[in-house]
């Protein structure tokens, strides 16, 4: 069985400061994929980053990087200098090679204040 | 490229009536999810095809609901008839392939409200 955990319901950061999103998974699969969505309050949802487990650098796309540890289980998203903008409920999702689906956490909302 | 489409983007409709929602995939996409998000219970996934073909619709509610894919572009999922537990955001995703290494790509949503 697959699961992911995201045990922060709610994250505060100031604008242009770095935060970290927490996710630890659980998989008896040696490859699987993991990957972060953005859902803003218009409701889409955004795909992020994605990080392979095979991957042996931690994926980095613009502002946003994955802290990868891969012996704890854990795919935490850094969003460096944090906008306005970035203000949104944030879901980690694993999919597996077992699986064609993808299993979501429970998400973190994020605000960004002034 | 246009991204996965899905019409309408909002539905109101009362109990009993028949819904219809729409997904266009990404061109070249052989996979398509069907998912639902409530408050509730979060993201839930409905059904899923492969090249066309129903693979798992384990997550599908109860026999109101039916989905279709008659071909690689178009796919339809049906309630009928609704209920107003059936209010929620519903969600098409296409991706390439079925691999761990695929991204499923999300459509704008269709938000659902059965009165």
């Known amino acids: 069985a697959q699961k992911i955990t995201q045990t922060q319901p709610g994250m505060f950061v100031q604008e242009k400061e770095a935060v970290t999103l927490d996710c630890t998974y659980d998989?008896?699969?040696?490859?699987?994929?993991l990957f972060w969505y953005k859902q803003p309050s218009s409701g889409e949802m955004i795909f992020l980053i994605y990080?392979?487990?095979?991957?042996?650098q931690n994926a980095t796309e613009g502002r946003y990087s994955l802290n990868f540890q891969k012996a704890r289980k854990s795919a935490n998203l850094v969003i460096s200098a944090s906008q306005l903008g970035d203000s949104a409920m944030y879901f980690c999702?694993?999919?597996?090679?077992?699986?064609?689906?993808?299993?979501f956490g429970k998400g973190t909302m994020l605000l960004v204040s002034p | 490229d246009a991204g996965v489409i899905q019409s309408p983007r909002h539905e109101v409709t009362e109990m009993g009536q028949e819904v219809t929602l729409r997904c266009k995939p990404i061109?070249?996409?052989?996979?398509l999810f069907w998912y639902r998000q409530t408050m509730m219970r979060g993201l839930e996934l409905l059904i899923y095809f492969n090249n066309n073909v129903p693979i798992d619709d384990s997550g599908m509610p109860e026999d109101r609901f039916s989905a279709k894919m008659p071909n690689a572009s178009f796919s339809t999922l049906k309630i009928q008839p609704s209920e107003p537990r059936d209010s929620a955001v519903y969600f098409c995703a296409s991706s390439l392939g079925g691999a761990s290494t695929d991204t499923q790509y999300f459509g704008p949503g269709t938000r659902l409200t059965v009165l």
């Open positions: 990080q392979g487990s095979y991957d042996e």
């Open positions: 999702a694993m999919r597996s090679s077992g699986y064609s689906t993808l299993t």
């Open positions: 061109s070249g996409h052989d996979y």
């Open positions: 998989t008896s699969d040696q490859s699987y994929g």
